[in-house]
């Protein structure tokens, strides 16, 4: 089956420090990979994706993901924490991506949490 | 960039009544769009897959007749909660996918339904 782990349910970071955020997937073919930000009460804020190309895509706020396709992994990262980066990151995929009717893959989640 | 709205983004109906929820692509044209539910500090689960001009696709124990859902144009998608009881609370989050580049999907900020 397909699917993607996010084995972290909860990170924490104090503000300044790097962040990694894990993702590894199970799916056939050449999937797109997503990151989300959901603040409470709030719908899901697109952060970056990979397509093709570059295995280090940069996206908003500063934050990054670097693709292993040995690894099937999606780490998100960021290179200094801000408190208001605390939120509930998804990894998301879309296998098969060349088709049209192929859905979107939702991780479980993982609660990031930064201190000052 | 392109946007997804929902409406209403709150609502509390009474047990046994019916809820209307909108999703509209706002600046580009959707051929496909994903209805998702949440529950508190879980992922997003998809509930179906509409298609406009045709009847939506529902994942597996999802009950049609009870989220009833319309895509009737390219730009708009309903999803109607009928008899509404208390276990139907939850996040609903709306997607549609964007007809010219359908790597592209994007996610409305969500509706919150509480059903007393």
């Known amino acids: 089956a397909q699917s993607v782990a996010q084995p972290e349910d909860q990170v924490n970071v104090a503000e300044g420090n790097p962040l990694t955020v894990k993702c590894t997937y199970s799916v056939s073919g050449n999937p797109y990979l997503f990151w989300y930000v959901q603040y409470p009460n709030r719908g899901l804020q697109f952060l970056l994706k990979y397509i093709t190309g570059d295995n280090l895509v940069k996206g908003s706020y500063g934050f990054e993901a670097e693709f292993n396709k040995s690894q099937t992994s999606f780490h998100l990262k960021k290179p200094s924490a801000l408190v208001s980066d605390s939120a509930l990151y998804f990894c998301a995929v879309r296998p098969q991506a060349y088709s049209s009717a192929s859905k979107i893959i939702f991780g479980s989640g993982t609660r990031l949490s930064i201190r000052p | 960039g392109a946007v997804v709205s929902q409406h209403p983004s709150w609502v509390i109906c009474k047990s046994g009544t019916s809820v209307k929820i909108e999703c509209r692509s706002l600046d580009f044209q959707a051929t496909t769009m994903f209805w998702y539910r949440q529950f508190p500090k879980q992922s997003l689960m998809l509930m179906a897959t509409?298609?406009?001009?045709?009847?939506?696709?529902?994942e597996q124990g999802v009950e049609k007749d009870k989220f009833l859902i319309n895509h009737a144009s390219l730009t708009l998608s309903t999803l109607t909660v009928t008899s509404a009881h208390p276990e139907d609370s939850s996040f609903y989050i709306c997607?549609?996918?964007?007809?010219?580049?359908?790597?592209?999907?994007?996610f409305g900020p969500g509706t919150r339904l509480t059903v007393t």
């Open positions: 997607s549609a996918r964007d007809r010219a580049y359908s790597y592209e999907q994007y």
């Open positions: 509409s298609n406009e001009g045709s009847k939506a696709t529902y």
